[in-house]
């Protein structure tokens, strides 16, 4: 009875060391990104940006805010695998159109502002490489 429970022990430490190496490998093989998102020749200021895994790969899914000079930046450790993604960004502006709150207050209506590469951007991030992204989208006029 002692040596079965020696031998599930060590079967236990053994897979136990393997998930934990396979943790580390896939973690340790994250890129970094960063870039700069514009639209119509502007900086796009003040949204997200988004990258899921491309139609038949399958890495993981991260994204980042995109702060006020139009940049984002993903560190190592939230970055992704290396491989083909798409891209997604959102931002939303305030309209013409305004409505009242519950407390009588008046306010603006807020809308993604749309561009004709929804759904079709899409970047390749490579192992040891500088995965800087310059998106440049094109709105969709009204």
């Known amino acids: 009875m002692m040596l079965d429970k020696k ?8 897979g136990l060391a393997m998930v934990a190496t396979v943790g580390c490998r896939r973690g340790d093989n994250r ?3 960063h870039g700069t998102v514009m639209m119509d020749g502007n900086l796009l200021a003040d949204g997200s940006i988004s990258f899921r895994p491309a139609p ?17 930046s993903i560190p190592a450790a939230k970055g992704l695998l290396p491989g083909k993604y798409l891209v997604t960004v ?3 502006r305030d309209t ?8 009588g207050t008046i306010e603006k209506i ?9 759904g079709k ?9 500088d ?5 440049k989208l094109t709105g969709v006029k009204k």
Do not use: C
Not at 7 to 14: D, K, Y
Not at 59 to 64: I, L, M, P, V, Y
Not at 96 to 103: G, K, P, R
């Open 7 to 14: 031998r599930w022990i060590a079967w236990t430490v053994v």
């Open 31 to 33: 890129q970094a990104l």
């Open 56 to 72: 038949g790969f399958e890495g993981g899914t991260s994204g980042a805010m995109i702060n006020k000079d139009g940049e984002f």
């Open 90 to 92: 959102q931002v939303w």
């Open 96 to 103: 013409d159109q305004t409505f009242t709150t519950d407390a």
């Open 110 to 118: 807020r809308a993604p502002l749309p561009y004709k590469e929804h």
């Open 121 to 129: 951007l899409e970047v390749e991030v490579v192992a040891g490489g």
């Open 131 to 135: 995965n800087r992204f310059e998106l």
